[in-house]
């Protein structure tokens, strides 16, 4: 089942979280002179228009993007993220998003390489136009969970794991967890990041037991929920486990979602940040 395309929810309240932390992890790998891989095991289009159909049929980036863009108030963890989406709209009008591997572009170095996975066929080819002309990187259309672990260790030992898959099959909650832990045994310096939705709270739950229960060392989790749980259809929050999160994300976060709630949220939203799991 493919009917999932991210072009929809481009730049939405999610993602204004998930590319945040993308964007914070990519700049503190850079730091260091080093190579790294990028891995993207689920990485949709690569960039999106939002003046499109899709965008705009569902209009979720203007509660997302567009509502912080042009804040002056923004805090400075905020900066890496909202200058490179501002460098892609050089008119003061809010165009274009990047998805993952547009967040990834703007920070690889010559020393880097990346390595994308996407099933969808209208995606693919999207993300292969997307990536013409971008040195050291490699597209497959195949499964992403095995991609990833045909890909850990990489030779420099430094490496980025980003899971985002559409969780349209629940399946998707476990295997997510299981490619990590898979990764983590082959590679366990590796910084791992995995998206999830908050539509059923069990499945999350389940996705800390997978992870408090195995060998995986030093767990980040945050979580931003417009809304409180419900038993209804649909997404109320979004969330990210992060593996080996650089030490100063924590810190980076308490800044973020207070922001996020006062700019995006309501009465009823919330948001947590704990180590799930100590180093
Ligand atoms: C949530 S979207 C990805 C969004 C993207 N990572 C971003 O942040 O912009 C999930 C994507 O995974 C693709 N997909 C679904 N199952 C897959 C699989 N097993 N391997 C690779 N891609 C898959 C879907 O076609 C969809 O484009």
Known sequence: ????????HAGNFADVLKHSVLSLVLDYMTRKEKGFHYIDSHSGAGMYQLAE??????????????????????????????????SLNLNSELEVYPGSPGIA?????????????????????????????????????SDGYKGVLGLVPPPSRRGVVLIDPPYELKEDYQKAVKTIIKAYAKFSTGT????????????????????TNSEVKNLLQVEFCL??????????????????PPWQLAAQLEEILPYMKTKLGSTNTSYTLKQLIAE
């Open 227 to 244: 809304e409180k749980d419900t038993d209804e259809y649909g997404m109320t929050g979004t969330g990210l486990f992060i593996v080996n």
């Open 1 to 8: 089942m493919l009917s999932y395309r991210h072009a929809f």
């Open 192 to 211: 791992y990041i995995v998206w999830y939705p908050v539509v059923k709270r069990n499945f999350i739950e389940q996705m800390q037991k997978d992870f």
């Open 105 to 141: 572009k703007a920070f690889v170095r010559r020393q880097d390489s990346s390595h994308l996975f996407e099933l969808h066929p209208t995606d693919i080819q999207h993300l292969e136009d997307f990536c013409q002309r971008w040195r050291k990187v490699f597209v497959k259309q």
């Open 53 to 86: 159909e899709y965008a705009q049929k569902t209009g979720e980036y203007k509660d997302g993007i567009a509502k912080i863009i042009n804040d002056e108030d923004a805090p400075e963890s905020l900066e890496p993220y909202l200058s490179l989406i501002k």
